[in-house]
T-cell receptor
């Protein structure tokens, strides 16, 4: 499967725990984007990364959220001390280049549920 | 004012008809425009991209862009029940982040 791979597909956490979401971009893509879709709301941009660099984190909450895209391995979105409001679908997308006209292709998402 | 606006619908059309989906955006610097289809509980799937004024056709889909009016639309010809989904309009400006509308729910009745 050469598409964007996200895991896990479903993640359940209790309040106060940590959530780690993983994303492997499409083969040949080095640009990764994370989006969040809250229930009954649209997709909202969170962060844009290239290998080892955060390019734009303007949509990322200032506290508890962090993202990385190491030289080797998948991109990780990390949420510390989760709260009920973090329950959402988290989608990762990738593009081949970093131009604004590059289509972004989405993974199947991680559905995060906070108990 | 929302950055990207879409009528939430639902838009109901009979099978075989043309479905017309509309989107307006507020940032005049927007450069690239995309339509994604999202089935319930699934990921967004890219169906069309358009970058310059005019029409772009791909199979049963036609995207139309009018930058002066800050308006982009998607026409689906010969609509099928399998086209029933939420259609998301997305725009990029300076930088690569996609700004999405809330989506229009399309229902094609057989």
């Amino acid at each position: 499967n050469a598409g964007v791979m996200q895991n896990p597909r479903h993640l359940v956490r209790r309040r106060g725990q940590e959530a780690r979401l993983r994303c492997s971009p499409m083969k040949g893509h080095s640009h990764v984007y994370w989006y969040r879709q809250l229930p009954e709301e649209g997709l909202k941009f969170m962060v844009y990364l290239q290998k080892e660099n955060i390019i734009d984190e303007s949509g990322m909450p200032k506290e508890r959220f962090s993202a990385e895209f190491p030289k080797e391995g998948p991109s990780i979105l990390r949420i510390q001390q989760v709260v009920r409001g973090d329950s959402a679908a988290y989608f990762c997308a990738s593009s081949q280049q970093g131009n604004s006209n590059q289509p972004q292709h989405f993974g199947d998402g991680t559905r995060l549920s906070i108990l | 004012q929302k950055e990207v606006e879409q009528n939430s619908g639902p838009l109901s059309v009979p099978e075989g008809a043309i479905a017309s989906l509309n989107c307006t955006y507020s940032d005049r610097g927007s450069q690239s425009f995309f339509w994604y289809r999202q089935y319930s509980g699934k990921s967004p799937e890219l169906i069309m991209s358009i970058y310059s004024n005019g029409d772009k056709e791909d199979g049963r889909f036609t995207a139309q862009l009018n930058k002066a009016s800050q308006y982009v639309s998607l026409l689906i010809r010969d609509s099928q029940p399998s086209d029933s989904a939420t259609y998301l309009c997305a725009v990029t400006g300076y930088g690569n982040k996609l700004v999405f509308g809330a989506g229009t729910i399309l229902r094609v009745k057989s």
